[in-house]
């Protein structure tokens, strides 16, 4: 009986299983259908980014902009070679953000950001760097040219590049800085009337005095004072773009503060800084303080300080009333003290000694003798000063020898060791836009547009080489510790119109080394 009931709902039980099924298979078929639906009708409404228009060529759209949705990725590069020329194209586009390689800037973008800088370099420099901080969404940059960067050759690119203006090292610029405020107050006077890196920084100083009025002139919210061997890495933004940084930027905040990295190379023989590091070391304040001093002795490698170079950053300063530059990496105001915030992310990625060349070419700028005494004079930085000594009196396998001992490092245990402690960070994304932006065809476009391109590309390298190493074309620069005529005189209007030791005058910071272990020893 009990067997006959229990096959009677065996038959009720298989059908039941297979509605259930019907039911299932029935959702599983419909669900999609109607997501796929919903979402075409708020595509077509205009609700969602169609990817495929943010892609294409004719989108206005590129990281610094923020009226444009920016991908994750920054760039995406189809070659994989690293030795491309400088002014290589490749055959097909990889860099999609740009219409053209002007790069310009709708006027309701904000903020407007500019940089100003006071260079000697030639275009394979200069060009990259440009448009690298196009990308990020600097629109007009001051250029203080000399040497190389003066010549025609160079010159006539840099004039035709949209937001780009150059201004030449005449004797009309000297007499009129000669004329300045801060060449006749006291702030800044300890650099003056002493040679090299002193000099340079004077000149820094009173081009950055130039510059804040051509930037408020401008219309400009922003100004930063980078050299050409500096590149800004705008990490911790939502995109990788300084205007979206400096946006997210408090109010009330006068003055940012970019902690500097500095390029640690792995090869003795790079010949493009920009698109062949990628290894740095991290500045002090963004990392702990028992890492670094922890780590101190393995980082600095039997070198002077942690820093080959400067490790007290650069700046960004808002443009207001009574603005002025207080040395070459800070700003400073005539009427308050600066509130200054310092990045918790972001850095300036410095590319100190990158090329074995840049031995000689510092040597060959300064004209000071190779003893301990007399570098003193003509360098801050004490590495700087042993470079230059080697330089003046090393063979050149001496040299080479010297520069892969303290610069290159060759060693991938402690590389490795450095970057699993945090001291070492691989940072891609500006080798990857600048390689992008040679591939696209920016450079070869910028110097087209100069109507340099009538001479083959071979010609044109060779002639931009030429210009790189001919002295004897090398214009004539009144030398800054001429300016204003006597120093007696210079002197004496100084004291004239010295006032009181207020806030307002503090002395310029200069570049200043990380701290030391001696510093270690003082804090405890």
């Known amino acids: 009986m009990a067997g006959g009931l229990y096959n009677a709902t065996r038959p009720s039980q298989s059908s039941s299983n297979q509605n259930f099924g019907s039911r299932l298979l029935l959702v599983l078929t419909v669900l999609p259908l109607t997501l796929a639906a919903f979402a075409f009708v708020l595509q077509w409404r205009g609700g969602l ?13 590129f990281p610094g902009d923020m009226g444009s949705s920016a991908p994750e990725e920054v760039v995406r590069s189809s070659s994989s070679s690293d030795c491309v020329e400088l002014l290589g194209r490749s055959s097909s586009p990889t860099f999609p953000y740009y219409r053209d390689w002007k790069f310009n800037y709708n006027d309701d973008l904000k903020p407007k950001i500019c940089i100003t800088t006071s260079t000697s370099a030639g275009l394979e420099q200069i060009l990259p760097w440009i448009f690298y901080h196009k990308v990020l969404g600097v629109s007009t940059f001051f250029l203080f040219v000399e040497g190389k960067a003066a010549s025609p050759i160079v010159s006539n690119v840099l004039e ?10 005449t004797r009309e610029l000297e007499e009129q800085q000669a004329r300045s405020r801060i060449w006749n107050e006291t702030w800044l006077s300890s650099f003056f009337y002493k040679p090299c890196n002193y000099e340079l920084f004077v000149k820094q100083s009173l081009n950055m005095e130039m510059a804040i009025v051509m930037a408020r002139d401008a219309g400009m919210d922003w100004i930063i004072h980078l050299d050409t061997d500096e590149l800004i890495h705008p990490a911790g933004a939502q995109e990788y773009s300084l205007r979206q940084l400096l946006l997210d930027v408090p109010g009330n905040a006068d003055m940012v503060i970019f902690p500097n990295y500095e390029s640690s190379v792995e090869r003795d023989d790079i010949k493009e800084p920009f698109s062949e590091v990628s290894m740095f070391k991290k500045n002090y304040d963004h990392l702990t303080k028992d890492v670094y001093f922890g780590m101190y002795k393995e980082s600095t490698r039997g070198n002077p300080n942690y820093f080959l170079t400067y490790g007290n950053g650069k700046a960004a300063a808002r443009i207001q009333d009574h603005l002025r530059p207080n040395g070459a990496h ?13 990045m918790e992310e972001a850095a300036v990625l410095h590319y100190t000694y990158p090329k074995f060349s840049d031995l000689t070419s510092r040597r060959d700028r300064c004209g000071c003798k190779p003893t301990k005494e007399d570098v003193k004079r003509c360098f801050i930085l004490e590495f700087d000063r042993a470079a230059f000594i080697i330089a003046s009196t090393a063979s050149e396998k001496e040299m080479l020898h010297w520069y892969r001992e303290h610069v290159v490092w060759t060693s991938e245990a402690l590389n490795l060791k450095l970057l699993r402690k945090g001291i070492l960070t691989r940072i891609y994304a500006p080798m990857a836009i600048i390689k992008a932006l040679r591939e696209s065809g920016v450079f070869s476009s910028a110097i087209a547009s100069a109507q340099t391109t009538t001479l083959s590309k071979e010609k044109f390298l060779s002639s931009v080489e030429s210009s790189n190493s001919t002295s004897s074309t090398k214009p004539k620069v009144i030398s800054s510790r001429k300016f204003g005529g006597s120093r007696e005189s210079q002197a004496m209007t100084r004291k004239a119109l010295e006032i009181s030791d207020t806030d307002s005058h503090m002395k310029a910071v200069p570049p200043l080394s990380p701290p030391g272990m001696d510093d270690l020893n003082i804090e405890t």
Do not use: F, Q
């Open 160 to 169: 035709s590049i949209p937001g780009v203006k150059v201004i030449y090292r």
């Open 330 to 342: 800070r700003w400073h105001n005539y009427m308050k003290t600066p509130n200054e915030i310092k």
């Open 49 to 61: 980014n169609d990817p495929t228009t943010r892609w294409s060529p004719d989108s206005h759209g």
